[in-house]
Each structure stands twice: as structure tokens, then as C-alpha cells.
């Protein structure tokens, strides 16, 4: 019998979703006739996504700067009137500025704990609040990175500050499953988007290199010999964000080609 997904009619909402790996998994729970609430800081490259993504299915999208808090409060509410409630709740955010820790000051730090770590566990209390109040339990993805594992020089903050996610899905993993609300997390590798031909960029002005062979450092290393795509992340978060992961709860699940050197 074919492994069903079951996420048909399913409310999802991806948070920082106009592109890369939010895009990506956007387009996942689409593949699987999921109902999709699509979510960015920017109006205009939402309103593309949208466009992209319509073809697809049902999607919606709400803007949203996920660092204010009225934001996040209107992002939940709007979201449950769009579609009815939340069934699976799948957290991407943006990047803090990159740069080795001895270039942050006490606002970057601030910025990046904001980010990183104060609206993530907000949104999750927000959405925690809007699936116990429909009382059929429901699913968090979490997505973090592989820097919290093994800290990357170039983007202290973020090896710093994303650790707090760990925290709060084994939190919330067990406040929350006796609620039938499971909580997952995912430490993304290097996958090929926006976002990573930026650090590029930025490492290749440091090195007084080029960004292309930057990227083919990065891919040294890995043990599958490439970076990962944004659809093998999006299957991964599909299973996470589905009852085809229906006994995980808490864990924190690195999808990295292998790179990840650390054992537990
Ligand atoms: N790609 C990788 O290899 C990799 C690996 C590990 C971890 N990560 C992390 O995973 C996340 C996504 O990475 P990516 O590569 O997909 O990045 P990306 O291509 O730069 O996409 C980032 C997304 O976040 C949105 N965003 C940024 N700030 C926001 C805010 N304040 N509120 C709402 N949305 C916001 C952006 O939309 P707007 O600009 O339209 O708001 C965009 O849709 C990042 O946190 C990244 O650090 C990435």
C-alpha cells in the first residue's frame, strides 16, 4: 500500500516563505493538496510567490515581519481566518547580518535573539494557543541549522542564538504532546538558495577569492559531494509536518548530506 501523506485539505502555515527553503516547503504540502498560508516581510516578493505558487493549489499570503509582535498576533489570526485553523506549523525565518562574533555589537546580538530566538517561541505559543482551541492536536517544524551543532565562524550569531530552537522544540515537545500537538525540529546543511550565495559573497570579499570557489570549498566537505536542494528539504519537512511522522516528537533532524561530523 502506498505511504499516504493524508495532508489533503490540511492547513499549513510556512512562515518566510517568498523564496528559498520556505518556498521550497511550501511547494511540498502543495505537491500533497495541502491548503498553504505563505508569509514574508516583503509585499512585493510574497505577491510573486503567490503568483508562482497558485498553480499549485489553494495559497494565500500573508505579509508579515516575523521580529513585531502585532505582526506575528495578525500572521496567526489571519491565517486561521484564511483557512480555518492551523494543522501543521512550519517555522522558517530570515538570517542576521553574517560575521565572525568579534564584529557584533550589542545590537546585532539584540537582533539576533529577537529573530532567532523570541519569535519563534512566540509564534509557537501563538499557534499553540489556535490548535488547542480547535482540539485536534496538530504538528510544528521547526528549521534551524547544522551551525548548532557545529558553531560556523562566519555567521556567529546565528551558531549562537538558533541553539534556543533545540530548546524549545524538546520543550515544547513535551508540554505539548500530551495535547497530541508534536513538535519536530530540522538542521538544514547547505542548501542551494539566495541565502547561501550570499555567505558566499560575503566569505569570497573576505578571502579575496571569488563566490564560485567558495561554494566549491563548501562542498568539499560534504560527503555526498553537493549541496542539498530545496525539494529533498521540502520531502523532509512534508514527513515532519504529516502523520507520516506520527510517533516523532522532540527530535531534531539534520538534513546535510552527512557533513555533520558530531555524534548525538
Ligand atoms: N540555505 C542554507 O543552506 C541554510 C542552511 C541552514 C540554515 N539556513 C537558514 O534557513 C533560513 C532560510 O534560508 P534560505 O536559504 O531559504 O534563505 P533566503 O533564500 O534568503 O530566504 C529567506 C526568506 O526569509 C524571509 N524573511 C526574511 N526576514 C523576514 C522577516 N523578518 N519576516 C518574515 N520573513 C522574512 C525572506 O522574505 P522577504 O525578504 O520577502 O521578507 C525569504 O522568503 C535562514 O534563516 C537561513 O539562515 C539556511
Request: hydrophobic share 40%; glycine share 12%.
Amino acid at each position: 500500500m502506498p505511504i499516504e501523506s493524508g495532508l489533503r485539505g490540511a492547513r499549513v502555515l510556512v512562515t518566510a516563505s517568498s523564496q528559498g527553503i520556505g518556498l521550497g516547503a511550501a511547494r511540498a504540502f502543495l505537491g500533497e493538496e495541502a491548503r498553504v498560508v505563505v508569509n514574508s516581510s516583503n509585499a512585493e516578493r510574497l505577491s510573486s510567490a503567490v503568483n508562482a505558487l497558485r498553480p499549485l493549489g489553494e495559497v494565500h499570503g500573508v505579509v508579515a515581519d516575523l521580529r513585531r509582535r502585532e505582526d506575528l498576533d495578525r500572521l496567526v489570526a489571519e491565517t486561521v481566518q484564511k483557512v480555518g485553523g492551523i494543522d501543521t506549523l512550519v517555522y522558517v525565518t530570515g538570517s542576521p547580518r553574517p560575521g565572525v562574533f568579534m564584529e557584533q555589537g550589542y545590537d546585532d546580538w539584540s537582533r539576533a535573539a529577537e529573530l532567532l530566538v523570541v519569535s519563534p517561541a512566540y509564534l509557537a505559543r501563538r499557534v499553540a494557543d489556535a490548535m488547542e482551541t480547535e482540539g485536534h492536536g496538530g504538528r510544528m517544524v521547526f528549521l534551524t541549522s547544522t551551525a548548532i551543532r557545529e558553531p560556523i565562524a562566519n555567521i556567529a550569531t546565528s551558531s549562537v542564538c538558533r541553539i534556543a530552537v533545540a530548546g524549545l522544540v524538546r520543550t515544547l515537545a513535551r508540554e505539548l504532546g500530551p495535547k497530541g500537538i508534536r513538535v519536530n525540529g530540522i538542521l538544514p546543511g547547505y542548501t542551494l538558495t539566495g541565502r547561501v550565495e550570499d555567505v558566499a559573497a560575503d566569505a569570497a570579499r573576505r578571502q579575496n577569492t571569488t563566490p564560485d570557489a567558495v561554494l566549491k570549498s563548501m562542498v568539499r566537505d560534504i560527503p555526498l559531494g553537493r549541496m542539498g536542494t530545496t525539494e529533498e528539504l521540502g520531502r523532509v519537512i512534508v514527513f515532519l509536518g504529516s502523520e507520516m511522522s506520527s510517533y516523532v516528537t522532540g527530535a531534531m533532524l539534520p538534513v546535510d548530506g552527512g557533513s555533520l561530523r558530531s555524534v548525538g
